[in-house]
């Protein structure tokens, strides 16, 4: 058994860290999976997926300007004033995590939390969800 889900995401700035927790954990709860593994990929080159914590919202903030830091905005881009920075923070965290799906909820750490990481926005995102029984 598995399932395909898509989870709709606006974001509000250039550069942030949505958390979609819970709309993964919904979107497990309606695949009646109860063990198997949960795939939250993100069908864009401009925005990401992590795994982070959820409990100081200062790590958020602070990993989005580390980031800026690493690859900043005007940075050895060919073409100023566009998104490369965007593409090649993307391309550092990836388009996707899985999750260990038991007793039909995902597997986190106690501190643990998925995010939609927006490089270029303010933007309307998809997630697709792939929980698969197993």
Same mark, same amino acid.
């Given at each position: 058994?598995?399932?395909?889900?898509?989870?709709?995401?606006?974001? +509000?700035?250039?550069?942030?860290?949505?958390? *979609?927790?819970?709309?993964?954990? $919904?979107?497990?709860? %309606?695949?009646?999976?109860? @063990?198997?593994?949960?795939?939250?990929?993100?069908?864009?080159?401009?925005?990401?997926?992590?795994?982070?914590?959820?409990?100081?919202?200062?790590?958020? +903030?602070?990993?989005?300007?580390?980031?800026? *830091?690493?690859?900043?905005?005007? $940075?050895?881009?060919? %073409?100023?004033?566009?998104? @490369?920075?965007?593409?090649?923070?993307?391309?550092?965290?990836?388009?996707?995590?899985?999750?260990?799906?038991?007793?039909?909820?995902?597997?986190?750490?106690?501190?643990?939390?998925?995010?939609?990481?927006?490089?270029?926005?303010?933007?309307?995102?998809?997630?697709?969800?792939?929980?698969?029984?197993?």
């Amino acid at each position: 058994m598995s399932a395909l889900e898509t989870i709709d995401v606006k974001t +509000s700035t250039r550069a942030e860290m949505v958390d *979609v927790t819970a709309l993964v954990r $919904a979107a497990i709860r %309606r695949s009646k999976v109860t @063990s198997g593994i949960a795939c939250v990929f993100c069908p864009h080159t401009t925005a990401a997926v992590t795994m982070q914590e959820n409990s100081d919202p200062t790590v958020r +903030s602070d990993m989005v300007r580390h980031l800026s *830091v690493v690859v900043p905005r005007e $940075a050895g881009s060919e %073409r100023p004033g566009q998104n @490369s920075d965007a593409h090649m923070k993307a391309s550092l965290l990836g388009p996707s995590v899985s999750v260990i799906v038991d007793g039909g909820k995902p597997v986190l750490g106690n501190w643990q939390a998925i995010y939609l990481c927006e490089f270029d926005g303010p933007r309307e995102r998809r997630l697709l969800v792939k929980i698969v029984e197993g």
